[in-house]
């Protein structure tokens, strides 16, 4: 399933936009994913709905990028602050 983000108080877009930063699919790529002090998150366009996904490890990175012609944008947020809108433990 993944872990995906799910702010209570304002939406996936807005929370992102305060807290994370714009990068690219290869950028996110790049990141040492074991203990690291961020995480790349991708907001995946499903047409009826938006998805905030953390790629948490190489494996997950990996399946975001999947060319499957949907509109994906990457963003680098604070693991502490995913852990307030995620079950992150669960996964790290």
């Not at 905030?52 to 604070?78: I, L, N, S």
């Not at 693991?79 to 433990?89: M, R």
Request: charged letters at 30%; one cysteine or more; hydrophobic letters at 40%.
């Amino acid at each position: 399933m993944g872990c995906y983000i799910e702010p209570k108080d304002q939406t996936k877009e807005e929370w992102l936009a305060a807290r994370g930063r714009p990068i690219t699919e290869a950028q996110a790529g790049q990141i040492k994913f074991f203990m690291a002090k961020e995480l790349p998150v991708v907001l995946i366009d499903n047409g009826s709905f938006r998805a905030a996904g953390v790629a948490y490890d190489a494996y997950t990175y990996e399946e975001f990028c999947y060319p499957d012609g949907r509109h994906k944008q990457w963003f680098m947020v604070k693991t502490e602050d995913l852990k307030q809108v995620c079950a992150l433990e669960k996964f790290c």
